[in-house]
């Protein structure tokens, strides 16, 4: 509006004119992830999906579809526009960026010994998958319940729950896991399970797996944390996964701790038939049992009782 000078603007014309050196990531991930909830209830100036892709001089779609991931960077997103030819910049490649995005984030390591350990703690194991949804809250004493009659592993996804104990924390998502790192939480690297897209620094993982060995192309499934960590479970041959806090996806708050939400969260509409769709399908390999109401169940799935 009128009278705002926004910082990302005049930082970047300091950095060409004036041979400064800001970083210009660092401004529009503290948009992203700190200023957006604001920005969302009372809307000003331009869209900074267009100022990314004015800065990376390509199609303004190429961002959208990084945006959308929900799980990059806005270091990483640049990266990868960057990284576009330049005769593909102006003609929106959906293909294209769809492999870019892989091969983004296909970072290859040797997780056999991180596995093996992982299978040994998990092998034949009740685990109990934490989500951030309100229902974490809502039915505390249901899920409190449930792990007293059945003594399970207790795994976080992507966030970390401060009423419940947890003996893992899986993240396989690279904004998330730089949240985990603003919050300091040191303590953690004990029992962090990262993916091998994200790129550890501060707080290094205790173990660390494959990120395309997770993925489940052959049935066109997302890389959503949660078919991740329930195809990992599959490879550690545990016996049924437990599902609380996973909500699904709906606009408006959709947290049990609005600091786990990020702006640019504006969901399709089909996003939970899709996860449901991938859960019913892992369903066929190992026993998945919903505590909390969710978005996400679907014919074929169990509700606990």
Request: with cysteine; proline share 3%.
């Amino acid at each position: 509006s009128a009278g705002n000078c926004a910082s990302e603007l005049i930082a970047l014309h300091m950095n060409q004119n004036y041979q400064k050196r800001y970083d210009i990531d660092q401004f529009l991930e503290i948009l992203d992830t700190d200023l957006m909830n604001v920005y969302q209830q009372h809307y000003w100036g331009y869209r900074y999906n267009f100022y990314i892709s004015a800065m990376q001089n390509c199609h303004p779609e190429y961002v959208r579809f990084l945006l959308d991931k929900k799980t990059l960077t806005v270091s990483a997103i640049n990266k990868i526009l960057s990284g576009i030819p330049v005769e593909k910049k102006l003609l929106y490649d959906e293909n294209f960026i769809s492999i870019a995005y892989l091969e983004y984030q296909d970072k290859q390591i040797d997780d056999k010994e991180d596995i093996e350990s992982l299978r040994k703690l998990l092998q034949n194991k009740v685990v109990l998958l934490l989500g951030p949804g309100n229902r974490l809250n809502l039915d505390r004493q249901l899920i409190c319940h449930s792990m007293s009659e059945s003594n399970p592993v207790v795994m976080a996804i992507n966030f970390v729950p401060g009423e419940f104990h947890s003996d893992f924390i899986f993240v396989s998502n690279a904004k998330r896991y730089s949240k985990l790192v603003d919050f300091g939480y040191k303590e953690l690297e004990e029992k962090l399970i990262l993916t091998s897209n994200i790129t550890p620094f501060s707080i290094y993982p205790r173990y660390r797996v494959n990120y395309q060995g997770l993925l489940d192309e052959r049935d066109n499934m997302p890389d959503n944390a949660l078919l991740l960590c329930i195809k990992m479970l599959i490879k550690l041959e545990a016996a049924e996964v437990l599902l609380a806090g996973f909500d699904g996806f709906t606009f408006g708050q959709n947290y049990y701790d609005v600091s786990y939400s990020f702006a640019n969260e504006l969901y399709k509409t089909d996003i939970n038939e899709v996860i449901a769709h991938g859960i019913k399908q892992y369903q066929k390999y190992i026993k998945i049992t919903f505590i909390t109401e969710s978005l996400y169940e679907n014919k074929g799935l169990q509700k606990h009782v």
